[in-house]
């Protein structure tokens, strides 16, 4: 998975209802003052290319987490990544413009007193995920192929597979579509350095204001499995996005199951975890 080292790594925080009370990181957000109560707090790096620290660091793999060296709990986050061409001007983000999607981990470490939220998402390669099937997007706007998708997420541990994610349409998002689009421009051109957010325009000029991004648009609502079970070594993570056209909920727990999902309409993440 090493097409997207020419990428900025972006994800947002909060864009799912509930999401982040389930993943005990609220109190991150506490003194983050949002216009829209209920939209997202804000947006994470978690890779630039050419940083000397951690972020840049390649993370992302199709087949494989690798768990961080120190012990701690670290959750799998079922979510979108949207690959994204950005347009500048003067500096600043002037469009993103989404081209494909795909199924996609923001594996993160539940770790408390982290000044920022990049310290919970990159600990090495390996440590993001991303389905090597991206589906192209004809638009991204209301009434596009878009409307019809899903996304589920699973855990394999020996013989048992549960039900990691809730099974959600991606219009479920808090901010989609144009609005997320508009959100996310602004935010990348005015977020400061403060509390848990990072000055993202400063990063981006450093890195000689990169073309493509992924973005991750928001980890969806764990199950009551998903959100008391930390991954361990053995276990395998397996996000799905698909056409709710083609199939539902069921099948696609069945084809996750045989390991057959392989298929039209299906974008899918399978990933192995190890450790170092």
């Known amino acids: 998975m090493a097409l997207f080292k020419d990428c900025l790594g972006l994800g947002i925080a909060g864009n ?14 506490k003194d983050v003052i949002t216009e829209d109560p209920n939209g997202p707090k804000g947006i994470f790096p978690f890779y630039i290319p050419g940083f000397e ?4 660091v390649y993370p992302i793999s199709g ?23 950005i347009s500048y001007e003067n500096g600043s983000v002037s469009a993103i413009t989404p081209k494909q999607f795909a199924a996609y981990n923001d594996c993160s470490i539940r770790k408390e007193g982290a000044k920022k939220i990049s310290e919970k998402k990159n600990w090495g390669p390996s440590s993001k995920g991303l389905s090597p099937k991206l589906i192209d997007i004809d638009t991204f706007e209301e009434g596009s192929m878009l409307d019809h998708w899903r996304i589920c997420s699973f855990l394999r541990r020996g013989d048992m597979m549960m039900r990691y994610g809730e099974d959600v349409e991606l219009s479920g998002y808090s901010f989609f579509y144009q609005k997320l689009l508009d959100w996310m421009r602004n935010q990348i051109n005015e977020q400061v350095d403060k509390g848990p957010l990072e000055p993202l325009i400063e990063y981006i000029e450093k890195a000689g204001y990169p073309e493509r991004a992924v973005i991750s648009i928001g980890a969806t609502r764990y199950t009551t499995y998903g959100e008391t079970t930390f991954l361990e070594e053995g276990d395998e993570v397996i996000v799905v996005v698909y056409d709710n056209d083609l199939y539902c909920k069921n099948p696609i727990m069945m084809m996750a199951q045989k390991g057959e999902l392989d298929a039209p309409g299906v974008s899918a993440l399978v990933q192995k975890v190890k450790r170092a």
Not at 20 to 27: D, H
Not at 53 to 56: F, K, T
Request: glycine share 4%.
């Open 63 to 85: 087949d494989t987490i690798i768990l961080p060296d120190e012990e701690s709990n670290v959750q799998a986050e079922p979510e979108v990544a949207l690959i994204c061409e």
């Open 16 to 29: 799912f209802a509930l999401h982040l009370e389930q993943a005990g990181e609220l109190a991150d957000f």
């Open 53 to 56: 620290n951690r972020l840049g």
